[in-house]
């Protein structure tokens, strides 16, 4: 049994199951895993329990000011 490895990843909808959403003013985190609520695993490459994650979603702050 191999554990899902997590670092610095993006969210994968195959392997993750994404538990809750934080907003972030950097597109270039958008949809990346900011931190594991449940580990994940895996057994001669087959999936065996999904990791439940906390994922970034960026949200344009300037259309946010504009709006307002």
Do not use: C, P, W
């Not at 490459?45 to 504009?66: C, F, M, N, P, W």
């Amino acid at each position: 049994i191999t554990e899902i490895q997590i670092d610095n990843e993006f969210y994968d909808r195959e392997i993750h199951i994404a538990r809750r959403k934080i907003s972030t003013d950097r597109i270039e985190d958008d949809k990346r895993i900011s931190r594991v609520l449940k580990k994940g695993y895996m057994l001669d490459g087959k999936l065996l329990r999904k990791a439940e994650i906390e994922v970034s979603v960026y949200e344009d702050q300037t259309e946010q000011q504009s709006l307002s």
